[in-house]
C-alpha cells in the first residue's frame, strides 16, 4: 500500500481513499483485483480500521470498488480501465518527459527478439546456455551467502570485493602477462559499463578519438557521447594500422587480441608502434580485451598493457564473453589515481558492483572452478570453430583462413551479394544472421561481409544451418546476376 502523504489539509480518510484509488488506476492489487483485508491496511499503514473502513465505503460509493457477498471487496473493472486510459489521454506526450537534445544519441545495436527459439541463431554477443558451469556457479552462489562471506555479499561497500580483485590480480591478470595490485583494479558492470566510465573522464567536445574501422560500434557510441571528434583507422591482417591514427588523437580505442569484428591479433610489430605512437603524441590507449581466453591454437598473446612501460594504457576486461552476458561483470586495470578517479564516478551511478555476484566469483575464482569451466568452454568452441570451416567449404565452396580464436568467423562474399539481402531470404529458413553495417563508421552502399557467430549455435545444428543459409545465399547470388 502506498504511504499517505500530502496534502495535509486532507482528511486522513480522503487520503487513504486516495492512495487506494491510486494502486486501483496502477493495477497493482492483489488477485484478480482483490482488495486486501481492512485489518491489513489498518495494521500496514498504522492507522486504526475504522478510518480503513470509511474510506473504503467512500470507495464503495463512487463505484470503484464492489461488494461480493462472502468473498470480499473487488476492483469495479467495469468503470476503472475507463478512468485510467482517460488520464493518460489528458496529459499530451511532450509533458510527460523531455529530452534533451542531442544530436549524436543513436539506438544501440540489439540481438534479435526470442534469437534462442530459431533452430539455427548465428548471431554474436550471445553465449550456448547449455555450456554455463551452472552447477559450480551455484556452489559459489549458495557460499557466498555463508555467515564469513555476508559482509561482502550484501553489504554496501566503498571499494571493491577484495577476494576478487585479488583473483584478478593474481589469476586473471597474471595469465595475461601484467602485475597489478588492489588500487589497479576497478570492478564494473561489464566492458561496455566501464568504458562509459572513462569516456566520462576523458572525452568532451575538445577530445579527439581514434577507432579501428571496422570496429565495435557501441566504442564509437559511447567515445562521441560527450561531443569528442570521433575518427577511425583501418584494420589489416596485423589489426589496427598504426600510421593511419590522426597526430591530433587524445585517446585511442583498440581491440589487440582478437579484433572486434575481424579477429585478428594485433601483431607485436603493430603493438610496439602503437606505445611508440602513443609516447610521442602523448596520447591515452584503451585496450579492450573481451575474448582473450578464446583461443584455440597456440598461445595466446599478452595484453598491450604488459608491453606498456608508460602506463599509458588502460585495460578493459570482462567476463561476460565466457561466462553470460547476462551476469554483465567485467573489470579495468589502469592506474591507481585514474582508478581512484573512475571509483567516484561510479559511486554516482550504480554505487557498486552488486556484492553477491561480486563474492560468487571471487569464490568461484579461487575454488578453480572458472579454469576447469573456461577450459572445457575453450574446448566446445573449438569444435565448432573447425566444423563451421569445414561444412561452409562443403556448402558455400569458399576456403577461408580464419584466425584462431573468438566466437565468429568474418566472413567474405566473392560474389557480388549484399549480406542484409542473405539475411532476409535466410530468415523464414530458421537462420538468423546479424549483418555487420554499423561495425564501419560510414554507410555501405553494398554489404560484402558477414560475421558468422557460433558461441550461441550447438555443435549439431550447424552443418543443416549452414545448409539452409547456402540455399539463401545462392538464391540472393542468382537474381544480383
Given at each position: 500500500?502506498?504511504?499517505?502523504?500530502?496534502?495535509?489539509?486532507?482528511?486522513?480518510?480522503?487520503?487513504?481513499?486516495?492512495?487506494?484509488?491510486?494502486?486501483?488506476?496502477?493495477?497493482?492489487?492483489?488477485?484478480?483485483?482483490?482488495?486486501?483485508?481492512?485489518?491489513?491496511?489498518?495494521?500496514?499503514?498504522?492507522?486504526?480500521?475504522?478510518?480503513?473502513?470509511?474510506?473504503?465505503d467512500l470507495l464503495v460509493a463512487q463505484g470503484y470498488v464492489e461488494t461480493r457477498p462472502r468473498s470480499g471487496?473487488?476492483?469495479?473493472?467495469?468503470?476503472?480501465?475507463?478512468?485510467?486510459?482517460?488520464?493518460?489521454?489528458?496529459?499530451?506526450?511532450?509533458?510527460?518527459?523531455?529530452?534533451?537534445?542531442?544530436?549524436?544519441?543513436?539506438?544501440?545495436?540489439?540481438?534479435?527478439?526470442?534469437?534462442?527459439?530459431?533452430?539455427?541463431?548465428?548471431?554474436?554477443?550471445?553465449?550456448?546456455?547449455?555450456?554455463?558451469?551452472?552447477?559450480?556457479?551455484?556452489?559459489?552462489?549458495?557460499?557466498?551467502?555463508?555467515?564469513?562471506?555476508?559482509?561482502?555479499?550484501?553489504?554496501?561497500?566503498?571499494?571493491?570485493?577484495?577476494?576478487?580483485?585479488?583473483?584478478?590480480?593474481?589469476?586473471?591478470?597474471?595469465?595475461?602477462?601484467?602485475?597489478?595490485?588492489?588500487?589497479?583494479?576497478?570492478?564494473?558492470?561489464?566492458?561496455?559499463?566501464?568504458?562509459?566510465?572513462?569516456?566520462?573522464?576523458?572525452?568532451?567536445?575538445?577530445?579527439?578519438?581514434?577507432?579501428?574501422?571496422?570496429?565495435?560500434?557501441?566504442?564509437?557510441?559511447?567515445?562521441?557521447?560527450?561531443?569528442?571528434?570521433?575518427?577511425?583507422?583501418?584494420?589489416?591482417?596485423?589489426?589496427?594500422?598504426?600510421?593511419?591514427?590522426?597526430?591530433?588523437?587524445?585517446?585511442?580505442?583498440?581491440?589487440?587480441?582478437?579484433?572486434?569484428?575481424?579477429?585478428?591479433?594485433?601483431?607485436?610489430?603493430?603493438?610496439?608502434?602503437?606505445?611508440?605512437?602513443?609516447?610521442?603524441?602523448?596520447?591515452?590507449?584503451?585496450?579492450?580485451?573481451?575474448?582473450?581466453?578464446?583461443?584455440?591454437?597456440?598461445?595466446?598473446?599478452?595484453?598491450?598493457?604488459?608491453?606498456?612501460?608508460?602506463?599509458?594504457?588502460?585495460?578493459?576486461?570482462?567476463?561476460?564473453?565466457?561466462?553470460?552476458?547476462?551476469?554483465?561483470?567485467?573489470?579495468?586495470?589502469?592506474?591507481?589515481?585514474?582508478?581512484?578517479?573512475?571509483?567516484?564516478?561510479?559511486?554516482?551511478?550504480?554505487?557498486?558492483?552488486?556484492?553477491?555476484?561480486?563474492?560468487?566469483?571471487?569464490i568461484f575464482l579461487r575454488g578453480g572452478d572458472y579454469a576447469r569451466a573456461l577450459a572445457r568452454h575453450r574446448?566446445?568452441?573449438?569444435?565448432?570453430?573447425?566444423?563451421?570451416?569445414?561444412?561452409?567449404?562443403?556448402?558455400?565452396?569458399?576456403?577461408?583462413?580464419?584466425?584462431?580464436?573468438?566466437?565468429?568467423?568474418?566472413?567474405?562474399?566473392?560474389?557480388?551479394?549484399?549480406?542484409?539481402?542473405?539475411?532476409?531470404?535466410?530468415?523464414?529458413?530458421?537462420?538468423?544472421?546479424?549483418?555487420?553495417?554499423?561495425?564501419?563508421?560510414?554507410?555501405?552502399?553494398?554489404?560484402?561481409?558477414?560475421?558468422?557467430?557460433?558461441?550461441?549455435?550447438?555443435?549439431?545444428?550447424?552443418?543443416?544451418?549452414?545448409h539452409e543459409l547456402a540455399l539463401a545465399y545462392h538464391a540472393v547470388a542468382r537474381r544480383a546476376d
Amino acid at each position: 500500500m502506498v504511504a499517505v502523504k500530502q496534502p495535509a489539509d486532507e482528511s486522513l480518510i480522503q487520503r487513504i481513499r486516495r492512495a487506494i484509488e491510486y494502486q486501483i488506476s496502477a493495477e497493482t492489487l492483489g488477485p484478480e483485483g482483490r482488495l486486501p483485508s481492512s485489518r491489513s491496511i489498518a495494521a500496514e499503514l498504522g492507522v486504526s480500521r475504522s478510518t480503513v473502513l470509511a474510506a473504503l465505503d467512500l470507495l464503495v460509493a463512487q463505484g470503484y470498488v464492489e461488494t461480493r457477498p462472502r468473498s470480499g471487496l473487488f476492483v469495479n473493472r467495469s468503470l476503472c480501465p475507463t478512468r485510467v486510459e482517460a488520464a493518460v489521454r489528458d496529459v499530451p506526450p511532450e509533458r510527460r518527459y523531455r529530452l534533451v537534445p542531442d544530436g549524436r544519441r543513436v539506438a544501440p545495436t540489439t540481438p534479435p527478439q526470442a534469437w534462442w527459439e530459431a533452430p539455427y541463431p548465428f548471431i554474436t554477443g550471445q553465449s550456448d546456455p547449455q555450456l554455463f558451469p551452472t552447477q559450480a556457479w551455484l556452489k559459489a552462489v549458495r557460499r557466498a551467502h555463508d555467515p564469513e562471506h555476508l559482509v561482502w555479499s550484501l553489504g554496501e561497500h566503498d571499494g571493491d570485493d577484495p577476494l576478487l580483485v585479488e583473483q584478478i590480480c593474481g589469476r586473471i591478470m597474471t595469465i595475461r602477462g601484467v602485475s597489478c595490485s588492489p588500487d589497479q583494479v576497478l570492478v564494473t558492470m561489464g566492458s561496455q559499463h566501464a568504458l562509459s566510465l572513462i569516456a566520462q573522464l576523458l572525452t568532451d567536445q575538445r577530445a579527439q578519438v581514434a577507432v579501428e574501422d571496422p570496429g565495435y560500434p557501441d566504442a564509437r557510441r559511447i567515445l562521441g557521447a560527450r561531443g569528442a571528434t570521433v575518427r577511425t583507422a583501418g584494420v589489416d591482417g596485423s589489426g589496427l594500422i598504426v600510421d593511419e591514427i590522426p597526430p591530433e588523437t587524445d585517446v585511442v580505442y583498440v581491440t589487440p587480441s582478437h579484433q572486434h569484428p575481424t579477429n585478428v591479433t594485433m601483431s607485436r610489430e603493430r603493438r610496439i608502434g602503437l606505445l611508440d605512437f602513443a609516447g610521442r603524441h602523448d596520447l591515452t590507449i584503451i585496450e579492450d580485451d573481451y575474448d582473450s581466453e578464446l583461443r584455440y591454437r597456440g598461445a595466446p598473446s599478452p595484453a598491450l598493457l604488459s608491453w606498456d612501460s608508460s602506463g599509458r594504457t588502460i585495460y578493459l576486461g570482462t567476463f561476460s564473453k565466457f561466462l553470460a552476458p547476462g551476469l554483465r561483470i567485467g573489470f579495468v586495470v589502469a592506474d591507481n589515481r585514474l582508478i581512484s578517479e573512475l571509483r567516484d564516478v561510479l559511486r554516482l551511478t550504480i554505487r557498486q558492483v552488486p556484492g553477491v555476484i561480486q563474492r560468487a566469483l571471487g569464490i568461484f575464482l579461487r575454488g578453480g572452478d572458472y579454469a576447469r569451466a573456461l577450459a572445457r568452454h575453450r574446448a566446445e568452441l573449438g569444435k565448432r570453430w573447425e566444423l563451421l570451416q569445414t561444412v561452409i567449404q562443403e556448402e558455400l565452396g569458399w576456403a577461408g583462413s580464419y584466425p584462431a580464436g573468438g566466437t565468429s568467423l568474418w566472413m567474405h562474399a566473392p560474389d557480388p551479394v549484399d549480406w542484409r539481402d542473405v539475411a532476409r531470404e535466410a530468415r523464414p529458413r530458421g537462420v538468423l544472421l546479424q549483418p555487420p553495417a554499423e561495425h564501419w563508421a560510414a554507410p555501405m552502399a553494398r554489404l560484402r561481409h558477414l560475421r558468422l557467430g557460433f558461441a550461441a549455435m550447438p555443435l549439431e545444428r550447424m552443418p543443416a544451418g549452414i545448409h539452409e543459409l547456402a540455399l539463401a545465399y545462392h538464391a540472393v547470388a542468382r537474381r544480383a546476376d
